[in-house]
């Protein structure tokens, strides 16, 4: 009696395998390096979390997205590696070691740790902290706000995008020669 091997069944084994061999190394991450490739910043895992929760802390989720959810945290990371002076990514980088210390000498736990009140308080005290901590703050801070308005879910779902030169008002208020104002009604 003759075995005849099932085409099928080979073929769908074949795909399975490389499909595995495509996803096995995602699967090993390198540990304690940035889950995202930077060409000049030096960060670990441990600084990429501390960086993801301070973005949640600035912007927490509510019944908008946070900082988490839209991964800011990876942005800042990949602004600060692409777009500042290699004097401010060192800077960035110290300021992020900086926090960490001065955060666990301050709440007496690691800043992730903390309960979310006793974050935003530290937060609010930023200016205490030194000219490292604040230079690093601040560029974060601006970062992940720019980060947030130019973020997928922004600028579809809360942006009202107007085409230019925008509508048109027949009542807007204007200005007349004698400084007074008058309603002009159109054309």
């Not at 937060?123 to 308005?149: C, H, N, P, W």
């Amino acid at each position: 009696m003759r075995k005849y091997m099932n085409r099928r069944a080979s073929i769908r084994t074949m795909l399975y395998i490389a499909g595995g061999t495509l996803v096995l190394p995602a699967c090993f991450r390198q540990s304690g390096r940035a889950s995202i490739e930077l060409v000049n910043l030096k960060v670990s895992d441990e600084d990429e979390t501390l960086l993801e929760i301070l973005v949640e802390t600035l912007i927490p989720t509510t019944d908008t997205p946070g900082g988490r959810e839209l991964l800011l945290h990876l942005f800042v990371l990949k602004m600060v590696d692409d777009c500042h002076s290699p004097e401010d990514q060192q800077s960035f980088v110290r300021g992020l070691q900086s926090f960490d210390g001065w955060a666990r000498n301050e709440l007496g736990v690691p800043f992730g740790d903390a309960e979310n009140e006793r974050r935003e308080r530290l937060l609010e005290r930023i200016g205490d902290a030194g000219d490292a901590v604040g230079k690093f703050f601040s560029l974060l801070k601006r970062r992940t706000i720019q980060g947030y308005m130019n973020s997928q879910y922004v600028m579809t779902n809360l942006v009202k995008y107007e085409l230019v030169p925008g509508r048109y008002n027949g009542y807007f208020p204007m200005e007349t020669a004698d400084g007074s104002t008058e309603k002009v009604e159109g054309w």
